[in-house]
């Protein structure tokens, strides 16, 4: 039996080896007939998705799903990374004083139906009464339309009004429909993607009227809350994740990144009811020794950008007029502090008047947000280096406002999204919905020194291009000055919403009068995985503004 069994092992042996010979053989013979083929790579996402709440993008609480909802309705047009328009399901869009019309694509919803203006005037409508929408179109003030065309009614004439419609568009009634346990749908889009009932993936629009979107499936992972958010973020459960970054804080994503520019204004507040800030010397003053990159580095960890202005430097349309240094700029600061008498310093080197009294202000900030709060640590050290003595107050947030709503501050720290349009009416006019220390009277906050035959001195202030310059100078009185008449921000910016302004003017009167000093605008932050290619371009308007252009390298 032994031997029998040997005999079988060693013919077993020779058989495997005879065999693995002639196959080695084969397929060097045949190598050269055909090569081995690259197998594709799946081309696939992960994205977060709050399971428990809606993606009807009016609806929506989270941020996760309300992000979630632009890949599924578009809007008419979107701003892109310069906050300029890119039209989307809008065709055109002109405006002639209080009406904006807009001429519609013909687009179909992604159940085949046409998209006609009657949805866009439901969507409109629903968008109106959302709190995520509210304030943008609160000077849009009603919608009607038939066929391809639909006209908007504003409440006052306003050349960018159509730049505010970024809302999503979906199919008039779908917000209603629910599946056979009664349970909310998805309603009906013309996006990028549809998604299925369970809100587990998402799959491309096979007849989307953008073209051809690269990413077949998104595949979703329920993240409830700000904890799993976190955890699936830190795990590598999604390779798209965006932060606006709003208090300083960031989950750390293992991934590449790039920027998001946001109109979101960080600036200082100032009371120009109180006697020594109602002159523009001091508020010039104030704006040299404000050091922007060090607060940008420092505060925002480099998630914003220096202020030229009071408007995004990526605005195109604001290129070439906005001009405020980013870094501390001492001579010029101490000049304007001589122009108001303050030419001595005290022992600790603080300004003093002629009777011995400091320069001194107090400063208001939100004690709740973590960037904030370092901002104004270093607005007290960075004036203080130019002889201003700032006593900083950190106050809870409902204390903070309170303060501003009673006038109790002489300097504040805040931040302020502009809407699409880059009104600035809000903040600079008496009134206004965040216009904190804004004078009734408005020219107040222009005020002459008491020698006014000196001119502010400031490398600041003023256009660099014919559009805005031709048409004002600065002003002893810290306003731009046309035609004999003296312009504040919040009457050149009445004047561009009449007709009679350009927006090189509003810039130069704003910052002529300076009626608040810009520090930076804050940009959000998408990462995204590295096998991802090209660099996404996201944007204010849609956080996946390139999501159909993406691909899988690997």
């Known amino acids: 039996m032994k031997l029998r069994t040997a005999l079988c092992l060693l013919i077993t042996a020779a058989l495997l080896f005879t065999a693995g010979c002639a196959g080695k053989q084969t397929t060097e013979e045949n190598s050269s007939a055909s090569a081995p083929t690259e197998t594709p790579v799946a081309q696939t996402l992960s994205l977060l998705c709050c399971g428990n709440d809606s993606l009807n993008p009016y609806t929506a609480i989270t941020k996760t799903n309300q992000e979630l909802s632009s890949l599924l309705f578009d809007p008419l047009i979107k701003l892109d990374r310069n906050f300029e328009p890119v039209y ?99 309603p009906i889009g013309c996006g990028r993607y549809t998604i299925d009932d369970t809100k587990t993936q998402m799959t491309a629009n096979a007849n989307y009227h953008g073209g051809k979107v690269n990413i077949g499936t998104i595949y979703l992972t329920n993240t409830p809350d700000d904890e799993s958010i976190a955890h699936n973020v830190e795990v590598g459960s999604t390779d798209l994740y965006y932060t606006d970054v709003s208090n300083g804080e960031i989950i750390r994503m293992s991934a590449k990144k790039v920027e998001v520019p946001l109109n979101h204004l960080v600036f200082i507040g100032v009371n120009l009811e109180q006697a020594q800030l109602k002159n523009p010397y001091l508020r010039y003053a104030i704006s040299s020794a404000i050091d922007r990159t060090e607060i940008v580095k420092t505060a925002y960890y480099e998630n914003a950008t220096a202020a030229e202005g009071p408007f995004p430097s990526a605005w195109e349309r604001a290129k070439g007029y906005q001009t405020l240094q980013s870094t501390p700029n001492e001579q010029i600061a101490l000049e304007n502090l001589r122009q108001i008498g303050y030419n001595k310093k005290d022992s600790q080197g603080y300004f003093v008047d002629e009777a ?56 504040y720290l805040a931040e302020v999204k502009l809407t699409n349009n880059m009104d600035l009416t809000p903040l600079v006019t008496h009134g206004g919905s965040v216009a904190y220390g804004i004078p009734a009277d ?113």
């Open 88 to 186: 989307v399901i809008a065709q055109s869009a002109n405006v002639e004083r209080t009406v904006c019309t807009v001429t519609l694509k013909s687009i179909s919803f992604t159940d085949g139906s046409a998209l006609t203006a009657e949805d866009v005037v439901f969507s409109f409508n629903l968008a109106k009464a959302s709190k995520r929408f509210e304030a943008q179109l609160k000077d849009v003030l009603s919608a009607s339309g038939s066929g391809n065309t639909v006209r908007f009614t504003l409440a006052k004439s306003d050349p960018y009004a159509y730049l505010l419609l970024d809302f999503p568009i979906l199919k008039k009634g779908s917000d209603e429909r629910v599946n056979g346990d009664n349970v909310a749908l998805p």
């Open 356 to 411: 011995g009294n400091r320069l001194h202000f107090r400063l208001l900030v939100n004690a709740e947000n973590q960037s904030r709060a370092t901002a104004a640590d270093l607005i007290v050290k960075q004036l203080a280096a130019c002889g201003i003595e700032i006593t900083l107050e950190k106050r809870a947030f409902a204390e903070y406002k309170a303060a501003l709503e009673a006038g109790d501050f002489d300097l």
């Open 442 to 554: 408005s020219s107040e906050g222009a005020e002459a020194s008491s020698d006014s035959s000196q001119p502010p001195v400031s490398s600041e202030q003023g256009a660099s291009s014919s559009e805005g310059a031709d048409s004002s100078s600065t002003s002893s009185e810290g306003a731009a000055q046309g035609n004999g008449q003296i312009y504040t921000a919040a009457t050149a910016a009445a004047g561009f919403y009449s007709g009679q302004n350009t927006i090189g003017d509003v810039i130069t009167a704003f910052l002529s009068e300076m009626p608040i000093v810009p520090v930076c605008h804050r940009n959000g932050i998408l990462f995204y995985d590295t096998d991802l290619t090209p660099e996404p371009a996201p944007s204010v308007s849609d956080v996946f503004f390139s999501i159909e252009s993406l691909q899988r390298t690997k």
